[in-house]
């Protein structure tokens, strides 16, 4: 795999086969030639890896998500967007919170809000609100 393009289903196996900082730099290489401005391109570039990691390996939340969200109108790459904004959230709500106080299984609740996620819903900004 040569090249990465976030409106286009990159190939499970070959997505997997490279390492995850050839994927990362696939994305970043991606974003870069588009001149699109972000205020942190490695971490935007490792949560599209995580994003297309879970889809690569077959991760149904994630799968359910892309579906929903691309049947809804937006595109794959703000599909990619709108389940990293899940995945970002449950990372950032996870290092503010101790071992001991998450409650229940944490695979569920990444479950549940990925279950919840709109397209309108993450327009309007509450796409990732794993709480």
Known sequence: ??????????????????DEMERAHLVKTYHQAQRERLPNLPLHAMFHTVV???LAEGYAPAMRAMARLMAEGLSRHDAVHAIGSVVASFIYHASKTDA?????????RIEADLDRLTAANWRQGGGGDAT
Not at 1 to 16: G, S
């Open 100 to 108: 001991a106080g998450l409650d229940g299984d944490p695979n569920a």
């Open 52 to 54: 297309e990691n879970q």
């Open 1 to 18: 795999m040569r090249r990465y393009d976030p409106d286009t289903t990159p190939n499970a196996e070959d997505w997997l086969a490279l």
